[in-house]
């Protein structure tokens, strides 16, 4: 590889869109330095930068039928739209949170994988047919991944571990070594150096990076060492608020005003889902009009007129009547509580704010007006630094991990990738043999399965298990029929130790483990 030019694809999989980043570098066997600026890339075949985080099912559940913009455009099809799974990463890692919040439970812990694991494997093979005419990634092609901090140092990075495998399956056996794993944090600081943002860090300051998802806000307290370039890590606080509380409110608000009856939306759960995707473009439009001071009459004019069709037959029509200080009035009580988390956040890592040099502001939800207007009030516009495209700063930022030594970064990866373990079976009645092979194993009717089930008594995702060590796991992933162990019914979602001689039945499909 030394001498030759590699193609890195960066990916950040995001709570509500995708975002992915192409860059080149040149690799002389020392070190990798880029000869191209991070450049936004389209994500598969859509024109934006960036894509929804959205996958439609098949209407048999066992493959996927659309991903992204294609399938926002089902959402008018009641049917369809009871198949759409959507912003599924807040539920990674929720069965280790204590009281996790309504959205972090939304989906089980697998389940949020196993869709994580839909929507890149469709992503990655589009790369493959549009960038490289259906021929495989040879090894001059690289993939980063960018993933929260916490994954890796909370609950003994059990969440890592399943995202890294989960991840790691998705791309063809020959690429599997050349696939990085970047944690936020580093993508923030590589990207802010590219923006030159740290040049005005003063090395006594503590500098408060406010990273706003659409799920979470994290805040990073650093000091900036200007002899050696490094950020100093002072400490981090995260809480589960992020832009999708908007998105939520604003679904409320679209409610009253198509004037459908609390208990029609109660009854019809995918019509609510149809609202808050709605409410998030309605949201990101009147955010970018704050944002740039574009001046029109009616911002939302482009989102023409608004119906739904529910479950029963009825249908609700209207036009979106929201205007920017409406938007602002309804949306007061999320920005006083983002303060509030704030003010928790210092509190926790105990911090002052007279204490704090620059505060530099990063991810889609500093987009909203009022967070944008209650930081700059709160610290003084000075200290503010408000990056261009500050939703796109991890992407580019995991884009740019391979400009030192290359061998070196692929040496600390490994410090935190778990060792695969291999030796377990599974023996089909029939006499058929599934090794265990991956830390996930997935077992179903769908082709996307590593255990294919040939049976109608078995959901398309059925159960699950799980390699740790050399331990197995059992978990029924809610299946119709569901899972036994030893002529036992195992309840959903909850963990069953397996061992050697245990009989094991995904509905009628009978396995015996060796």
């Known amino acids: 590889m030394a001498g030759e030019k590699i193609t890195l694809y960066a990916l950040d999989c995001g709570t509500v869109n995708w975002r992915l980043y192409r860059m080149e570098y040149h690799f002389d066997g020392e070190k990798a330095r880029h000869v191209t600026s991070p450049l936004s890339s389209p994500l598969a075949n859509f024109s934006d930068r960036r894509l929804p985080a959205v996958l439609l099912l098949t209407p048999d559940g066992t493959d996927l039928m659309a991903i992204g913009e294609t399938a926002l455009g089902y959402l008018e099809d009641v049917e369809a739209r009871k198949r759409i799974r959507d912003f599924f990463k807040p539920s990674i890692g929720s069965h280790l949170t204590e009281n996790p919040e309504p959205h972090q439970s939304r989906y089980s812990h697998f389940e949020a994988l196993l869709y994580t694991r839909l929507l ?204 920017l200080e409406d938007f602002s009035r309804l949306s007061q009580p999320l920005d006083n509580a983002f303060l509030e988390v704030i003010s928790r956040g210092l509190e926790s890592m105990k911090i002052e704010d007279d204490k704090i040099g620059k505060v530099i502001l990063l991810g889609g939800g500093v987009l909203i007006p009022g967070i944008l207007a209650d930081i700059r009030q709160r610290f003084g516009i000075q200290k503010v630094i408000f990056p261009e495209k500050p939703q796109e700063m991890v992407v580019r930022g995991i884009g740019l991990a391979f400009t030192n030594s290359l061998p070196e970064r692929e040496l600390e990866e490994k410090k935190y990738i778990p060792e695969r373990k291999s030796g377990w079976h599974l023996v089909h009645e029939n006499g058929s043999v599934v090794d265990i092979e991956n830390e996930i194993m997935i077992a179903g009717r769908s082709d996307q399965s590593d255990i294919k089930l040939e049976s109608t008594k078995c959901s398309r995702t059925h159960a699950l298990i799980r390699l740790e060590g050399n331990t197995l796991t059992l978990i029924d992933l809610r299946s119709k029929n569901g899972t036994f162990l030893n002529n036992q019914r195992i309840s959903a979602n909850t963990p069953e130790s397996l061992r050697a001689g245990d009989e094991i039945c995904f509905g009628d499909q009978k396995f015996l483990l060796e």
């Open 120 to 323: 890149l494997r469709s992503l990655i093979d589009q790369i493959r047919v549009e960038k490289y005419n259906s021929k495989p990634f040879d090894e001059r092609v690289h993939f980063s991944i960018a993933y929260p901090d916490r994954w890796r140092t909370e609950n003994e990075g059990k969440i890592f571990e399943d995202f890294y495998h989960v991840t790691e399956e998705c791309f063809p056996q020959n690429v599997s070594d050349r696939v990085h794993f970047v944690p936020e944090s580093e993508g923030v600081i590589l990207g802010l150096r590219d923006q030159e943002l740290l040049d005005s860090f003063h090395p006594q300051d503590i500098n408060l990076i406010i990273d706003v998802g659409g799920s979470t806000t994290t805040l990073y307290a650093r000091k900036y060492n200007p002899k050696t370039g490094a950020i100093v890590n002072i400490n981090r606080y995260e809480e589960p608020f992020g832009g999708g509380l908007y998105d939520a409110l604003l679904a409320q608000h679209l409610s009253k005003q198509l004037e459908i009856p609390a208990q029609s939306l109660s009854a019809d759960p995918s019509a609510f889902l149809v609202l808050r995707l709605y409410s998030q473009m309605v949201k990101e439009t009147l955010a970018q009009q704050a944002i740039r001071g574009e001046e029109t009459l009616d911002p939302l004019s482009g989102l023409g007129s608004f119906s739904l069709v529910m479950d029963d037959g009825q249908v609700f029509r209207g036009n979106i009547d929201l205007s």
